[in-house]
């Protein structure tokens, strides 16, 4: 059964740092683009990052474009998120998720967690 | 990268069809193949509904139909049924600036 568990979440104040992390199992990691999405509260879903099979091509969303870091670890079968300079806008859920085909087709989705930015 | 255009909401009656429009421009539905359409409850992960602008993923019901024309991706729902009350958003890859991705704004149905 393929399971994706994000992790890391939690109240954090503007301007400090914070690392997610999303720990896969039942299917072949090391085979998947792994993307980043999130979701404000009463907000729509935004797309933040995804990453290639090797780690090795990033693409980023503008709104966190030198913010935010994606990065996984094959060998742990995880995605991270290093999160940076936060802001209130950032308060949201955030899912990781799994893109199926290579063309932005999520199939499956974390239940996600939650990061808060207040004082 | 700005968000693709849904209509706020839409309603139907049980049993009725309604679809939902997503536009965009040349840069992300009208240039490439890339929509998919993904169902939420409330509370809940999204669900992938519709691939590559009409196929639907096995385990998804065959009321559920997508498709494209110009800038404008339409998800329809045929027949419709009370566990289709949700929100609905569209995805499409852009390459408005580096290849990304964007979501609709977003629809929530009233069954």
């Known amino acids: 059964e393929v399971q994706l568990v994000e992790s890391g979440g939690g109240l954090v104040q503007p301007g400090r740092s914070l690392r997610l992390s999303c720990a896969a199992s039942g299917f072949t990691f090391n085979s998947y683009w792994m993307n980043w999405v999130r979701q404000a509260p009463g907000r729509g879903l935004e797309w933040l990052a995804n990453?290639?099979?090797?780690?090795?091509?990033?693409y980023y969303a503008d709104s966190v474009k030198g913010r935010f870091t994606i990065s996984r670890d094959n060998a742990k079968n995880s995605l991270y998120l290093q999160m940076s300079s936060l802001r209130a806008e950032d308060t949201a859920i955030y899912y990781c998720?799994?893109?199926?085909?290579?063309?932005?087709?999520?199939?499956?989705w974390g239940q996600g967690t939650l990061v808060t930015v207040s004082s | 990268q700005s968000a693709l255009t849904q209509p706020a909401s839409v309603s139907g009656s049980p049993g009725q069809s309604i679809t939902i429009s997503c536009t965009g421009t040349s840069s992300d539905i009208g240039g490439y193949n890339s929509v998919s359409w993904y169902q939420q409850h409330p509370g809940k992960a999204p669900k992938l509904m519709i691939y590559?602008?009409?196929n639907r993923p096995s385990g998804v019901s065959n009321r559920f139909s997508g498709s494209k024309s110009g800038n404008t991706a339409s998800l329809t729902i045929s027949g419709l049924q009370a566990e289709d009350e949700a929100d609905y958003y569209c995805n499409s890859y852009t390459r408005s600036s580096t290849p990304a991705y964007v979501f609709g704004t977003g629809t929530t149905v009233t069954v």
């Open positions: 990453i290639n099979q090797d780690g090795s091509v990033p």
């Open positions: 590559g602008v009409s």
């Open positions: 998720a799994r893109d199926w085909t290579a063309a932005g087709d999520f199939d499956f």
